[in-house]
């Protein structure tokens, strides 16, 4: 821009970046300068402002009627889609957790589940399951009846393999080592001068080392 | 650089908090809150799809689009940007894919003649000592639509850098990126934009456009 000074067609040239404000110190007051004394470009500079002033007002950014809930029933629409995909997603959790309950129910019925009352023994396989067996108050094992390693005999009570599995109990690693893997590792002197509560103990150490 | 001469009002400035919480809370799966984020930009949109689709059920449509648009991609979208110039980038993009898309550029581009060369300068016609028209005469249905006569009059790329700097109060650079021209265009194009709307609404005036405005009878209204 030349000098201080500036005429009318340089002041329109400039008039809409004046208005942003988008002009250096030196050409708006050279501009200023021109608009005090001239009544066109004052009148150009009025009329400028006042067109941003009214296009720039809300009112003027009208909607179709009925717009608003148009816009709301595709959105609404649309993110009914995308719940429904999460629902149909999240609708399966029911039945597949209600069926991990059955699942580990039947599993805790025989045996094989989180439901025993060591939680360290192993189950035992291959226990014929009307097998009489006797399990005593307070104690995590099953035995064959007479073995020497029963806890708290005066509470014993009588019941089948079967009943004494689906009760939580374990084979005694003694008396039915033969249902047990692990029972199979161990020599019979080794536990021979062992009382229950050794025992019990032992199993759970020799489970242990065996990784379960 | 000097302040800018006239201060614009952005919504988005207002609430700004509450939008960002909008957003996150979109973002981490609350998406019945989308609604409640956009709604105040539905006008914009709405003005950022019409100025350059020139057609309202097109305009609408494509409005929707750019929301939904908007919704499936609302994780990607991060704080430094502002949301409302990100919906508006996202409707200017959909309204020009359809205007392509319907070879509308074609005819559009015919109109170049009436209002001359974007290059060649534009000279004010009218210098009359204009009065100011109040804002409360945007209250006036009949005042509303003829200045957005006045606009749809403009060829198409005056209107659309005007409706995006002057209506959507995008700025400058965020107007070149929108609609995918340089920065010196959006300047040029602005300027002639103003201008003939200036000369447009003071022919207006004189045809009687305002004569139930309360003006004093023999002037004009800026």
Redesign the interface.
Known sequence: MVGNTVNCEQVWREISNYVDGDVDVGLRAAMEDHIRTCGRCASVLAGMRNLVQLYGDERMLEIPAGFSGRLQKRLAKNVAVTGKRWLSWSAWLVPLAAMALMVGSLVMMNGHGNYLRSQHAEPGKNIPPDLVVVVSNGAKLFHVPGCEFIHDKASVRSMTAREAIREGYVPCPRCLRQYLKTGLLRSHEEVADNDEAEAEGEQEEVLSVAGH | ??????V??N?SQAGGTREQDLILSVQRGQ??L??EL??PY???V??AALAILRN?HDA?DA??EA??KA?ANIRQFRAEARFSTWLIQITVNEALMRRRRERTVVMEGIDGHRSGDEDS????R?????R??P?E???RKEV?LR??EA?ATLDRKYREV?VMR??E?LN?QETAEALGISVASV?TR??RA??M??DL??AGWEQGWFSRLPFEKGTK??
Do not use: C, G, N
């Not at chain 2, 650089?1 to 006239?6: C, I, N």
């Not at chain 2, 300068?121 to 004010?124: D, K, R, S």
């Not at chain 2, 009218?126 to 204009?130: E, L, P």
């Open positions: 650089m000097a302040e800018p001469d006239v614009l009002t919504p998406t019945e989308f609604y956009v709604r539905e006008r914009r709405y003005a309202e609408e409005a929707q929301m939904l919704f300068e534009y000279a004010p009218d210098f009359a000592d204009w100011e028209i804002s005469a945007l209250e509303r200045l957005a606009l005007f002057d209506m109060h400058i300047k602005l300027l103003r201008l709307l200036r609404l003071a209204p800026w």
